[in-house]
């Protein structure tokens, strides 16, 4: 379905819409709702919502940076779950998706009962670093609105991070290729400049307020991101840290496993 949020269309699925309790998935950068599927067709005992991100899948592309940022797109998501009636959920994020979904537990904590972030960040500590990343997020802006998306693509693929989906089966990664060549150049290019790591605010300050139950979830492979874990597990009050032998994506390269660890620990919280 297709919902509008402050002037932006929104693409949203449903899935298994009489259960309870419900669990909202936000997807990383150049990804869609397409990406969750191997995971949710696990999650039988949950009403499923997958929202497409503002510049991503379905979802519009406006040509204004500032629709993109941060405060915006929470701003944005809370409209949307008003619109379906969702005063609970719990909710799931992956790296960008994960940011988001931190900022928005963070904003809106009455309205999430679990966090699950998988490969995230509260962003980035100093003024310095996000200064540094912004400089960086315009050159790779400027570089796929110039050189358009299958080279983009090319190159985003082929970056240190993604290194262990080089040895996922063909079929796997022609499915994240071909998810990440339907995006739109403009949608892509602001998401870097409007809700990038260093546009959005730091939240390391207030991970010590957080009361929901969090569930951070790493990559065995991915030394960035469990070091990011770790130091977050040691703010947050109710927080556990699960390690999966895996790379930065850990839904598409261990589906099964990423949807088990997600389904235990919710159904044993509730």
């Not at 397409?34 to 995971?39: E, G, Y």
């Not at 696990?42 to 629709?67: A, C, M, Y």
Request: proline share 4%; net charge negative.
């Amino acid at each position: 379905m297709d919902l509008t949020a402050n002037g932006v269309r929104y693409h949203v699925e449903i899935v298994n819409e009489t259960k309870k309790p419900t669990l909202v998935f936000l997807h990383g950068f150049t990804g869609s709702s397409k990406t969750w599927l191997p995971v949710i067709a696990r999650l039988q005992e949950f009403k499923i919502v997958l929202v497409d991100l503002i510049g991503h899948g379905q979802t519009d592309s406006p040509e204004q940076v500032e629709k993109y940022a941060m405060a915006q797109q929470l701003n944005d998501l809370e409209e949307l779950f008003a619109q379906l009636e969702l005063e609970q959920f719990m909710l799931v994020g992956y790296s960008m998706g994960g940011r988001t979904a931190l900022a928005y537990a963070c904003t809106y904590p009455e309205r999430v009962e679990a966090l699950v972030l998988e490969s995230a960040s509260p962003g980035l500590r100093t003024q310095e670093e996000q200064k540094q990343r912004r400089t960086n997020d315009a050159m790779l802006a400027e570089r796929l609105l110039k050189d358009g998306v299958p080279a983009f693509v090319d190159f985003w693929e082929n970056i240190e991070l993604f290194d262990s989906q080089k040895h996922l089966p063909d079929s796997v990664k022609r499915a994240v290729r071909e998810e990440r060549l339907a995006q739109h150049p403009v949608g892509l290019a602001n998401s870097l400049l409007g809700m990038g790591t260093g546009s959005q605010e730091s939240y390391w300050g207030q991970l010590e307020d957080m009361r929901m139950p969090v569930l951070l979830v790493a990559g065995a492979l991915d030394p960035k991101f469990m070091g990011i874990a770790k130091a977050m597990q040691e703010r947050i009050r109710d927080a556990q840290f699960k390690v999966v032998q895996a790379g930065h994506a850990i839904h598409v390269e261990k589906p099964l496993e990423f949807a088990t660890i997600v389904e235990e620990y919710l159904l044993l919280k509730f």
